[in-house]
């Protein structure tokens, strides 16, 4: 019993919680990310998504495990994609446009909405260091929804910045390019490996959130 009391007295809870509000921050920002592609479809015509069941804010419905698994152990991960058939659009390039910009841009007015409710709970709560923990978490959702718009946004295959360069590209362009999408994630490994691009990255998602705080007053 002396043994149990010592290992629970060793526990560090701070750092689990910590783990934990992550975790609840990341499935909250992957799950608008990815129910908005499928809303932005079925928007446009594609039914696809809903009948995946994917129209859903259960984050269950979109982790991909080894996905999630390589966001905290590597700082990049991937949820499901969320299944769109193009053909349904009446205009499958730039259905195909729009409804990959739904991903990014509902995670910056996500990011705006929590900054909001920061700045509302600023106001209105005293200081203690539950409250703090509070807009912490609240800072952390949105400085990890920037980042995953503004990822997004890069013109690599699968992401979704692709999705909306490949729009605009004539239609010979756009056909030589898609011959080798199915090489993009090998690409986006080595630019994580190897570090490219992550201090830009860095400095645009801190550029951002800068300007998101001076919109809602933060």
């Given at each position: 019993m002396h043994y149990l009391s010592n290992l629970w007295a060793a526990l560090d809870f701070g750092s689990l919680l910590d783990m934990v509000l992550r975790l609840v921050a990341v499935l909250l920002c992957l799950t608008v990310h990815e129910t908005c592609h499928g809303l932005a479809a079925y928007a446009l015509g594609d039914p696809t998504a809903r009948r995946a069941h994917r129209l859903s804010l259960n984050p269950l419905r979109h982790i991909?495990?080894?996905g999630l698994l390589m966001m905290f152990a590597a700082g990049f991960g991937w949820a499901k994609p969320v299944p769109v058939n193009p053909n349904y659009f009446k205009k499958p390039k730039q259905g195909?446009?729009?409804?990959?910009?739904?991903?990014?841009?509902?995670n910056f007015l996500l990011a705006l909405l929590v900054l909001l409710g920061a700045r509302i709970f600023c106001d209105v709560a005293a200081y203690s260091e539950a409250n703090q923990r509070i807009l912490d978490f609240l800072l952390m959702v949105a400085v990890l929804s920037i980042g995953l718009g503004l990822f997004n946004l890069v013109p690599i295959p699968p992401l979704d910045g692709s999705k909306v360069l490949f729009a605009v590209l004539p239609d010979r362009a756009y056909d030589r390019l898609m011959r080798y999408e199915r090489y993009g994630?090998?690409?986006?490994?080595?630019?994580v490996f190897f570090d490219v691009g992550s201090s830009a990255l860095s400095r645009a998602i801190e550029w951002v959130f800068d300007l998101f705080c001076r919109i809602v007053g933060l």
């Amino acid at each position: 019993m002396h043994y149990l009391s010592n290992l629970w007295a060793a526990l560090d809870f701070g750092s689990l919680l910590d783990m934990v509000l992550r975790l609840v921050a990341v499935l909250l920002c992957l799950t608008v990310h990815e129910t908005c592609h499928g809303l932005a479809a079925y928007a446009l015509g594609d039914p696809t998504a809903r009948r995946a069941h994917r129209l859903s804010l259960n984050p269950l419905r979109h982790i991909d495990w080894f996905g999630l698994l390589m966001m905290f152990a590597a700082g990049f991960g991937w949820a499901k994609p969320v299944p769109v058939n193009p053909n349904y659009f009446k205009k499958p390039k730039q259905g195909m446009a729009l409804t990959a910009l739904a991903g990014p841009v509902s995670n910056f007015l996500l990011a705006l909405l929590v900054l909001l409710g920061a700045r509302i709970f600023c106001d209105v709560a005293a200081y203690s260091e539950a409250n703090q923990r509070i807009l912490d978490f609240l800072l952390m959702v949105a400085v990890l929804s920037i980042g995953l718009g503004l990822f997004n946004l890069v013109p690599i295959p699968p992401l979704d910045g692709s999705k909306v360069l490949f729009a605009v590209l004539p239609d010979r362009a756009y056909d030589r390019l898609m011959r080798y999408e199915r090489y993009g994630m090998l690409v986006l490994f080595a630019l994580v490996f190897f570090d490219v691009g992550s201090s830009a990255l860095s400095r645009a998602i801190e550029w951002v959130f800068d300007l998101f705080c001076r919109i809602v007053g933060l």
